[in-house]
Structure formats: structure tokens, C-alpha cells
């Protein structure tokens, strides 16, 4: 009987894929021209020039790839919906004769498509704009991606595992793990989704997902929700600005209460009910607490990238909470189709990306402090002074515009030259005096303004060996200055000129390290670096500390160690 049963699962499971491959043929064109063309780069089987070539219409894979699963479902209410149905087909292939998709892809708004748009669209292309319904058939569709998923690494599992065993037993060399894995995630995977996803069964929560989100994930909400308001009670009690990072924490609070009250729609038991139906009551005062929070983080850092989507987020949020005040019945479809809208809204209007929003957040903070230490010129720009000591008097501000100046990348320096008459943040710098200079640059590694450390107190600093980076913390408590010196020391140095009063020999160095160390001994090189990197990296003398950002050590054929190359990153002064 049981044998019965199982022969009769696999049948079933057969002539769904069969029916999908029949039903979807556009779509199995798309995942089939992806994978061999994926295939051919793995293998290296083709030209570097042509696999450019047929790579273009991958860029689209995804995008035409929803399209079409979408159209296919009208495919038999007329010929122009049948005709329709193949037109992204045609549009993929265009696009080998389109070689700016390459450059399209590199650009944000593609992000924001591939990673933003086709997602949330693939929750909307149903038109079930019941919440009942909406819920069933979001949640459904998340199983049917996870089923997919899991076979398919299952599966690239086993033959990983037949793989790994022919290299062990007959010292044969695989090298087709690649290609297995372009096969079963980006062919087979898509194939059982569509499969899975095609039955549209309306989704009930099973008794282990309901013991999940009823007995784990609902009482860490509850518990999250009396954190929240025990904070907000302190900011109430102690009149103080709340932490920027609380924002970050409200939002993951409301994306995760938001996914369970959603859940809720699908459970037969629902012991928490009383605590999701409240919920836009209960969330009321933490969206205030949010929004405080936000806009100190804006009105101290200006705007970017990262908090433009917080913001963004924040906006669907608020509207999300407000929404369900009151009992609707397609709440959830219309915040979806609204974040789609404005995602797609943003990659039409050029202006309003994030990178460009926050390039003109930063530009009026620089602007905006300039002015208020005179140094902004009638047109707009930096004004540029010789070095003066009575500029300590403003190093908090002036710290702030070499903050905002740093923020821009080096392709950006036409813009800022246009904009404010220096290329870097270093141009600015040269006229600030060597103390406020040094206090102004200390903000990369001193997170006083983020997270309430004191330049007094620690400072972290990346800190790589050759072959290793590690983080240490550097006390700096009794420093009277710190000199950010990046002095770089080529060809096996016989002495390191770090400072007019720091001179050190490479064999100096060397004594220095064996007596904090140890010696080698049998050990392995790399091993002994990796144990000791921070003692490698750190030379100390009476009155200042030498931080080094890379050496590079080698072993000599007497097994010698020699320096080859040394980078010095900061000199604390005591």
C-alpha cells in the first residue's frame, strides 16, 4: 500500500513538471538559453569576446522571466494575450543587439529592479487584492520557492558528494561542481517552483509553523515590544534624543510584526490574536520614536544611501500601521503595489535615486557649516585659508565637512569641484591647522558621533598583516595627539624613517617582536604572524606607539626573517 502511494507521488510529481514544460514554453527558452550560456562561461568553452556577447540578455533574465510566468496565465483568454505571452521572449533575445545593458547593470536603478520591483511583483501578479486571499497566496508562494530551493540543494548535495567520492577513489580531478550547480538553481530550481506554484492550493499553516510563530517568534515580539517601551520611557524620563540606531531596531520590529500578522490570516489557532489585532495601537508610539530617531541621524550625518531606503521603508511603515487602525480588507496588496510604484518611480526620475539625493543632502551640510565658520564663498564654494591655530575653536564643524567631503569617492571629484572648488576631503584639509586637521581626520576611526566613544578613550583600527586583517583596539587613554602618517617603506628597508624622533632598524624591529613573541622556532610563518599579528603590528617607544597597517615578512634561506615592505597608518603621542 505504502509502496502504491509513493509510486503514485512521483507520477503525480512527474506530470506536473511535464505539465509545466508544456504550459510555460517561453519561460523553459529563458532558463535554458541562461544556463547554457552560464554553462559555457564556467567551462571557459568559448571566446572572452563572444561569451560578452551572449551574455547581454542574462542581465534580463529575471525580469523577463516574471513577465512572461505572469502573462502565462492569460494565455488562453484570446490570441493578443497569447501574443502578448511571447513578446518578453522576443524582447530577451533583443537584447544582444543592446551592448548599454552591461552598463545598465551596473548602475543602481537596476538594483532596485531586479532586487525591488520583480520581487514585490511576483506577490501582485495575481490580482487577489483580499487580504485572505493575498496572505494565502504570498505565504504559498514563499513555500513553493523554499520547497524548489531545498530540492535542488539536495540534490547538488548528492552530487557533490559523487563527485568528491570519485576524486578520493581514483584521484580524478572534478571540476564540475560549477557547472552542476548552474544546472540544478537556475534550470531545475525555476522549473519546480513554477510546478509547485502552479496548483495555487490555498496555503494552511501546519502545526509546526503554527507552534512556530505562536509559541517562538510571538512571545520575542511581545518581549521586543516591552524593550521598545522601556527605552522610549527612559528618552520621556531623561529628556534626551533618542539613539539613531533605534530606528534600524523599530524597523526590523514592524517588518517582523507585519510578516506575522500577515501569517495570522492562515492559522485556525490564534492565541496571540488579541496582541497582532492592537497592533497599529501598540506601534503607534514607536513610529514617533522611530521618526525622532531618524531625523537626529539626518541632522547629524545628512542623508545617504543607506538612510534613504530607511526612510523609505519608514514611510511604508508609518503608512503600514496607519492603515490598520481601522479593519480593511486589502490593506496588504495596496502597500505592496504602492512600494512597487515608488521603487518604479524612482528609477524613472534620475533625480530622486538614492546616490543623487544624497550627493545633494551632503552638499548643503558642507554648505550649510561652511557658512557658519565663513568658509563659504558668495558662488557657493569652499573658501580655502592658510592654516590658522584659532581654527580649534571650530573643530567640531570643521570635522563635520571633512566627514561629508570624505563621503564622496574619487569618481566624483569633477562634481565636487564644480560644486564646492576642491576634488577631496584632503583639499580642504591643507587649510586647517595641524590640530584640527588631525581631529577632523580622526572621525574614520574614532566613533564618538556613532556610537559614543571618546577620542580619549579607544579607537579601532583596521589593522592587516600581509595576509591577514584583524581588528584591535588601541587605548588611547593619556594620548596627547594622534598623527594619521601613511609612510610606505619598499625593498627589504634596512631603517624605517618613521618620524624626525622615530627611527627604528629593520633588525631593531625584528628584536622587538622575538622579545614580545618569542621565537619561531619549528612553527610555521604564517601561523606565528596570524598568532601574534597585533604585536607584529604595533612598536612601541617611550613617548609615542607606532600603528603599522601592513608588513610583509619572508624567510631567508638561512631562515632569517626579513622585512620586505612596511606601511605605517597612525603614531600615537604620549
Given at each position: 500500500m505504502k509502496k502504491n502511494k509513493i509510486s503514485e507521488n512521483i507520477n503525480r510529481f512527474a506530470i506536473g513538471v511535464w505539465q509545466t514544460i508544456k504550459n510555460h514554453p517561453a519561460e523553459i527558452v529563458i532558463l535554458l538559453y541562461t544556463t547554457a550560456i552560464l554553462f559555457g562561461i564556467i567551462t571557459e568553452s568559448s571566446s572572452e569576446i563572444l561569451n560578452n556577447l551572449l551574455s547581454l540578455p542574462l542581465y534580463l533574465t529575471p525580469l523577463c522571466f516574471v513577465?512572461?510566468?505572469?502573462?502565462?496565465?492569460?494565455?488562453?483568454?484570446g490570441m493578443g494575450w497569447r501574443v502578448a505571452y511571447w513578446l518578453p521572449l522576443a524582447f530577451f533575445f533583443a537584447a544582444l543587439l543592446m551592448p548599454f545593458i552591461k552598463q545598465w547593470s551596473d548602475?543602481?536603478?537596476?538594483?532596485?529592479?531586479?532586487?525591488?520591483?520583480?520581487?514585490?511583483?511576483?506577490?501582485?501578479?495575481?490580482?487577489?487584492?483580499?487580504?485572505?486571499?493575498?496572505?494565502?497566496?504570498?505565504?504559498?508562494?514563499?513555500r513553493s520557492l523554499a520547497i524548489a530551493l531545498f530540492f535542488s540543494g539536495v540534490a547538488f548535495l548528492l552530487f557533490a558528494l559523487i563527485l568528491l567520492s570519485i576524486?578520493?577513489?581514483?584521484?580524478?580531478?572534478?571540476?564540475?561542481?560549477?557547472?552542476?550547480?548552474?544546472?540544478?538553481?537556475?534550470?531545475?530550481?525555476?522549473?519546480?517552483?513554477?510546478?509547485?506554484?502552479?496548483?495555487?492550493?490555498?496555503?494552511?499553516?501546519?502545526?509546526?509553523?503554527?507552534?512556530?510563530?505562536?509559541?517562538?517568534?510571538?512571545?520575542?515580539?511581545?518581549?521586543?515590544?516591552?524593550?521598545?517601551?522601556?527605552?522610549?520611557a527612559k528618552i520621556l524620563i531623561t529628556r534626551t534624543l533618542p539613539n539613531g540606531s533605534v530606528a534600524i531596531m523599530i524597523s526590523v520590529f514592524c517588518l517582523l510584526a507585519m510578516l506575522m500578522q500577515l501569517s495570522q490570516l492562515t492559522m485556525e489557532k490564534r492565541p496571540f490574536g488579541w496582541y497582532y489585532r492592537f497592533f497599529s495601537l501598540i506601534a503607534l508610539p514607536l513610529i514617533v520614536l522611530f521618526w525622532v530617531g531618524v531625523a537626529r541621524r539626518l541632522s547629524d550625518y545628512g542623508l545617504t544611501p543607506t538612510r534613504y531606503w530607511l526612510v523609505f521603508c519608514g514611510g511604508l511603515m508609518t503608512l503600514y500601521v496607519l492603515l490598520f487602525l481601522v479593519p480593511n480588507r486589502r490593506g496588504y496588496y495596496l502597500l505592496t503595489a504602492l512600494a512597487a510604484t515608488l521603487l518604479l518611480v524612482i528609477v524613472a526620475i534620475p533625480p530622486l535615486t538614492p546616490e543623487r539625493m544624497s550627493d545633494r543632502s551632503q552638499i548643503h551640510r558642507i554648505r550649510t557649516i561652511a557658512a557658519k565658520v565663513d568658509r563659504l564663498k558668495p558662488d557657493g564654494t569652499l573658501l580655502i585659508t592658510k592654516a590658522d591655530i584659532a581654527d580649534t575653536a571650530h573643530k567640531a564643524e570643521f570635522r563635520k565637512i571633512y566627514q561629508s567631503l570624505d563621503y564622496f569617492s574619487s569618481e566624483k571629484a569633477p562634481m565636487l569641484d564644480y560644486e564646492l572648488g576642491v576634488n577631496?576631503?584632503?583639499?580642504?584639509?591643507?587649510?586647517?591647522?595641524?590640530?584640527?586637521?588631525?581631529?577632523?581626520?580622526?572621525?574614520?576611526?574614532?566613533?564618538?558621533?556613532?556610537?559614543?566613544?571618546?577620542?580619549?578613550?579607544v579607537v579601532t583600527l583596521p589593522i592587516s598583516l600581509y595576509w591577514s586583517t584583524v581588528d584591535e583596539k588601541i587605548d588611547l587613554s593619556g594620548a596627547k595627539s594622534i598623527e594619521f602618517e601613511e609612510l610606505t617603506f619598499w625593498d627589504t628597508p634596512e631603517v624605517l624613517n618613521i618620524?624626525?624622533?622615530?627611527?627604528?632598524?629593520?633588525?631593531?624591529?625584528?628584536?622587538?617582536?622575538?622579545?614580545?613573541?618569542?621565537?619561531?622556532?619549528?612553527?610555521?610563518?604564517?601561523?606565528?604572524?596570524?598568532?601574534?599579528?597585533?604585536?607584529?603590528?604595533?612598536?612601541?617607544?617611550?613617548?609615542?606607539?607606532?600603528?603599522?597597517d601592513n608588513i610583509d615578512i619572508y624567510t631567508l634561506e638561512n631562515n632569517e626573517l626579513q622585512i620586505h615592505y612596511a606601511k605605517t597608518k597612525a603614531i600615537i603621542r604620549y
Open positions: 513577465i512572461t510566468y505572469t502573462l502565462s496565465q492569460y494565455q488562453q483568454r548602475d543602481p536603478s537596476y538594483s532596485i529592479v531586479m532586487l525591488g520591483i520583480v520581487p514585490l511583483w511576483m506577490l501582485l501578479r495575481r490580482f487577489t487584492t483580499h487580504n485572505d486571499t493575498f496572505s494565502a497566496g504570498t505565504i504559498d508562494m514563499t576524486e578520493l577513489l581514483f584521484d580524478i580531478k572534478s571540476e564540475y561542481y560549477g557547472q552542476v550547480a548552474t544546472v540544478l538553481f537556475v534550470l531545475v530550481a525555476p522549473i519546480l517552483f513554477i510546478t509547485f506554484d502552479d496548483r495555487n492550493n490555498k496555503f494552511a499553516m501546519n502545526k509546526l509553523g503554527s507552534a512556530l510563530v505562536n509559541w517562538v517568534v510571538s512571545p520575542a515580539l511581545l518581549i521586543y515590544t516591552l524593550v521598545l517601551y522601556i527605552y522610549a577631496c576631503a584632503d583639499d580642504f584639509a591643507v587649510s586647517l591647522s595641524e590640530p584640527t586637521c588631525q581631529f577632523a581626520k580622526a572621525y574614520y576611526w574614532e566613533f564618538r558621533e556613532e556610537y559614543g566613544y571618546d577620542i580619549e578613550e618620524a624626525p624622533d622615530i627611527t627604528v632598524t629593520s633588525k631593531e624591529l625584528l628584536d622587538t617582536w622575538f622579545e614580545k613573541c618569542g621565537s619561531i622556532g619549528d612553527a610555521d610563518l604564517e601561523t606565528w604572524c596570524k598568532q601574534h599579528t597585533k604585536e607584529l603590528l604595533v612598536y612601541k617607544t617611550d613617548k609615542a606607539t607606532v600603528i603599522f
